[in-house]
């Protein structure tokens, strides 16, 4: 007969509790699924979404909340990007758009990255600057219009001061959270080994807080993207923004789409080419994932 103890161990217990089979700890399911299934996976949940569009379009769709009557189809977008792409003020416009929207994006970088590791790292410095930053972060981009124009003689300077509020804070807030995040052991143990501030700043602060500094990068891109229709709005004649707005005005819907298609595009292309240059530059991260 077997006998029980009271004092079996926690290790014990839980060694009964476990299943018959275990899947070891480095089986990923992604065997199953190739590399070349991912992609086609997303090519066809896009193609997907175009039928849809197409047959709610072509059905003129009215569901009461929601109705398609007025929406283009799919088949007068591409004869209106065909008309862009021949026109010879796309290229002005893809240049205007991509100078604002990066030149903001840098200073935002630059900015955001700068406060955002003396934030997380120093807490004084926190009490004084959060507060204000705090207080400003839920503003839209907007509502930021009638100062941008008091503020700033130069539209063009305005619309750039634009894309940056809206690529600051996402930047900001993440750099923080991965400075804050860093594991006290690693610091500890640092300083044992004789590390100065310096030293722990740049070996194991900024290495570790680099993930949460690349997502706010790709995630501050993308917003600064979001905004720039907003910018758009201020002033010009040239820029994606300001070609849907003025598209609108004059009410050519598929224009609005083409617009709309583009800015996606270049946003998701360039907060994407953010995450890549972040992975190739922390080879250590990959390696833990």
Same mark, same amino acid.
């Given at each position: 007969?077997?006998?029980? $103890?009271? %004092?079996?161990?926690?290790?014990?217990?839980?060694?009964?509790?476990?299943?018959?089979?275990?899947?070891?700890?480095? #089986?990923?399911?992604?065997?199953? %699924?190739?590399?070349?299934?991912? *992609?086609?996976?997303?090519?066809?949940?896009?193609?997907?979404?175009?039928? @849809?569009? &197409?047959?709610?379009?072509?059905?003129?769709?009215?569901?009461? +909340?929601?109705?398609? &009557?007025?929406?283009?189809?799919?088949?007068?977008?591409?004869?209106?990007?065909?008309?862009?792409?021949?026109?010879?003020? +796309? +290229?002005?416009?893809?240049?205007?758009?991509? *100078?604002?929207? %990066?030149?903001?994006?840098?200073?935002?970088? @630059?900015?955001?990255?700068?406060?955002?590791?003396?934030?997380?790292?120093?807490?004084?410095?926190?009490?004084?600057?959060?507060?204000?930053?705090?207080?400003?972060?839920?503003?839209?981009?907007?509502?930021?219009?009638?100062?941008?124009?008091?503020?700033?003689?130069?539209?063009?300077?305005?619309?750039? *001061?634009?894309? %940056?509020?809206?690529?600051? #804070?996402?930047?900001?807030?993440?750099?923080?959270?991965?400075?804050?995040?860093?594991?006290?052991?690693?610091?500890?143990?640092?300083? =044992? +080994?004789? =590390?100065?501030?310096?030293?722990? #700043? =740049?070996?194991?602060?900024?290495?570790?807080?680099?993930?949460?500094?690349?997502?706010?990068?790709?995630?501050?891109?993308?917003?600064?993207?979001?905004?720039?229709?907003?910018?758009?709005?201020?002033?010009?004649?040239?820029?994606?923004? $300001?070609?849907?707005?003025?598209? $609108?005005?004059?009410?050519? *819907?598929?224009?609005?789409?083409?617009?709309?298609?583009?800015?996606?595009?270049?946003?998701?292309?360039?907060?994407? @080419?953010?995450?890549?240059?972040?992975?190739?530059?922390?080879?250590?991260?990959?390696? &833990?994932?």
């Amino acid at each position: 007969m077997a006998l029980s $103890y009271p %004092f079996d161990t926690a290790e014990d217990g839980d060694r009964q509790d476990e299943p018959p089979w275990r899947l070891p700890a480095s #089986f990923s399911f992604d065997i199953f %699924f190739p590399q070349w299934l991912h *992609y086609g996976l997303r090519l066809a949940s896009v193609v997907a979404c175009v039928l @849809l569009w &197409q047959w709610a379009s072509s059905t003129h769709l009215n569901l009461g +909340l929601i109705t398609f &009557q007025n929406v283009p189809s799919p088949k007068e977008v591409m004869q209106a990007a065909w008309n862009l792409a021949q026109s010879p003020k +796309l +290229l002005a416009h893809l240049g205007a758009s991509l *100078y604002r929207v %990066f030149a903001g994006f840098i200073v935002a970088a @630059l900015a955001g990255i700068v406060l955002g590791m003396l934030i997380g790292h120093v807490r004084w410095l926190a009490d004084i600057l959060m507060p204000p930053l705090e207080l400003l972060r839920p503003i839209p981009a907007v509502a930021w219009i009638p100062l941008a124009i008091l503020m700033f003689p130069s539209s063009e300077i305005s619309m750039i *001061y634009i894309t %940056f509020i809206g690529a600051l #804070f996402p930047i900001l807030l993440n750099t923080i959270h991965g400075v804050e995040g860093v594991d006290p052991r690693l610091i500890a143990s640092a300083r =044992s +080994l004789g =590390s100065g501030r310096r030293s722990i #700043f =740049s070996e194991v602060i900024l290495p570790a807080a680099a993930p949460g500094i690349v997502t706010g990068l790709s995630i501050g891109m993308g917003t600064a993207w979001f905004c720039l229709v907003t910018a758009e709005m201020i002033a010009g004649q040239f820029g994606i923004g $300001y070609y849907t707005w003025a598209s $609108y005005t004059i009410q050519n *819907y598929a224009d609005i789409i083409v617009g709309m298609l583009l800015i996606g595009a270049m946003g998701m292309g360039s907060s994407a @080419l953010i995450k890549k240059l972040g992975n190739a530059l922390m080879p250590w991260y990959l390696l &833990q994932r």
